[in-house]
């Protein structure tokens, strides 16, 4: 009863005071909000805020629609539990009334505090934050808050139809982060959060999106840096055409007389996975004119991004991400022969092995370099990395590379896809973590006790995280990039 007494005496000290702030109340994390008073979980020393909705349900009426905002309440709400993913194939639970977010913050540490938003990846049509790979209570206990985002997937996400758009864009994933960006604006303050010092930071599909957003400049003072990992700057958007086009077979596959917003989810999955089985990356960001205006390395050649701080990497081997059939049409569409791949890759003997490593340079390794390049020559603060390292226990039989940085980013083990650190691993993961905790805190991720990070600056330096050691150098794959890029 006394805490119960202490949270409403604090909530209209709060509400007669004019601003929110995040308080201790009794044993539980409390902060105020537009759209209520949010009690949250403690364990250890982060408390976390989950499930938290930053706009309307985009159900109905507002399947397919922009995000809207969430109505205004003073109702005490509990938030320990994560909201539901949203919509997709084989994840049960998932739900099209997703769009929420999750915080993490350290438990009784004054703000304001940096704060690291995560935008998940998985080709924009599966994933979700609420995946335990992407706990952020170890990049919290540095003294950070740390946001995950859930946005719409797959066709609810990423659909073009004169039907289901009203004119509109049809990229409503991207919609949805710039709406989770607003309300972190508005109300990371509440969680001790300062909203002047945010950081963006994702993989493939999540390190494509923040690219677009940096290229968006209405969106500029949402965030103040960026990491990109594993993006893959070349990767070619639809045009809007294209983009109807797939619409079109999507609304036959339901049937002709369907009515778009009434259709079952059900529907909506099985007709959405008949066309990915033809077009793998049917749904996806594309060209609309409006929140999307061109390709990623284009803008970034014209100087259109966003001059913030980047950090940008990618992994030895990126193969894992896509099927085998993607990758043998990667090969396919390079237009290169088996003998000047060969000539390319002269250690490498096995047609897959020769086939991954291709995949992994053409579709990451220069496109990440490209970008680089042409950050730091606009002029901004610009930080490479190669990620080569692989767990102990795995040295063996490493499998596919794609995203294995984020198990050490957010440095969780015993959970699927992460397993269990050695003390190596652990040193490893406790480096990377620390430089982008600093890269949040200040744009730079150099720090006491860590290897030297070089800016890209006008030449090829990138940071090199391998078994062997983390260094600072020149690219050793300049060369072969080079005949890539040609």
């Known amino acids: 009863m006394r805490s119960l007494l202490a949270l409403i005496a604090t ?43 930053y706009a309307a349900a985009p159900v109905g009426a507002l399947r397919w629609r922009p995000p809207q905002a969430t109505a205004e309440s003073s109702e005490m709400r509990t938030v320990y539990d994560y909201g539901a993913p949203c ?41 979700t934050a609420n995946d335990p790979l992407f706990d952020g209570a170890k990049l919290a206990q540095a003294g950070l808050i740390v946001v995950t985002v859930n946005y719409r997937l797959g066709a609810l996400g990423w659909l073009s139809h004169p039907e289901s758009s009203d004119g509109g864009s049809g990229n409503y994933g991207l919609m949805d982060q710039i709406a989770a960006l607003h309300w972190v604006h508005d109300n990371i303050a509440a969680f001790g959060g300062d909203p002047g010092n945010v950081t963006l930071f994702g993989s493939d599909a999540g390190a494509t999106s923040i690219a677009l957003l940096m290229l968006s400049a ?24 294209e983009a109807e086009a797939v619409g079109r077979q999507f609304a036959a596959a339901l049937g002709s007389k369907a009515d778009l ?31 999307v205006t061109g390709e990623v390395a284009e ?27 993607d990758i043998k049409e990667a090969l396919a569409a390079s237009g290169a022969t088996s003998e000047e791949l060969r000539k390319l890759y002269p250690d490498l003997a096995k047609p897959s092995d020769l086939a991954a490593r291709f995949y992994t340079d053409k579709v990451f ?27 102990e226990a795995r040295l063996a039989n490493p499998d596919g590379g794609h995203g294995r940085e984020l198990q050490f980013i957010f440095g969780v083990e015993g959970v699927p896809g992460a397993g269990i650190f050695s003390r190596r691993d652990r040193e490893v993961a406790s480096r ?19 290897p030297r990070w070089d800016a890209a600056a006008d030449r090829d330096r990138l940071l090199l995280i391998t078994n062997d050691r983390i260094a600072s150098g020149d690219d050793p794959l300049s060369e072969r990039l080079d005949r890539l890029a040609r």
């Open 432 to 450: 990377m973590r620390s430089y982008w905790i600093n890269f949040a805190r200040g744009g730079d991720p150099n720090g006491p006790d860590l």
């Open 218 to 241: 209405p969106l500029r003072g949402l965030f103040q840096k960026a990491i990109l990992q594993s993006v893959p700057g070349r990767s070619r958007l639809r045009s809007a055409q």
């Open 261 to 291: 917003r009434a259709a079952e989810p059900r529907r909506l999955l099985a007709a959405e996975k008949h066309l990915l089985e033809k077009s793998p990356h049917g749904f996806a960001p594309f060209i609309d004119g409006a929140l």
């Open 365 to 391: 390794s220069e496109p990440v370099r490209l970008l680089a390049r042409l950050h730091a020559a606009n002029g901004a603060p610009t930080f490479r990395y190669r990620f080569a390292y692989v767990p």
């Open 87 to 127: 919509l997709q194939p084989a994840l049960p639970g998932a739900s099209e009334d997703c769009l929420t977010l999750n915080v993490f913050r350290p438990f009784g540490v004054d703000g304001p505090l940096p704060v690291m938003v995560f935008i998940h990846g998985s080709g924009f049509v599966s994933g």
């Open 299 to 325: 803008g970034f050649a014209a100087g259109h991004e966003s001059r913030i701080p980047l950090i940008i990497g990618s992994n030895d081997d990126e193969a894992g991400l896509d099927t085998d059939l």
């Open 11 to 53: 909530s209209a000290f709060l509400c007669c005071a004019g601003f929110a702030v995040a308080q201790p109340v009794g044993q539980f994390p409390f902060a105020l909000t537009r759209e209520g008073q949010m009690l949250g979980a403690v364990e250890g020393e982060v408390a976390s805020f989950k499930g938290l909705a």
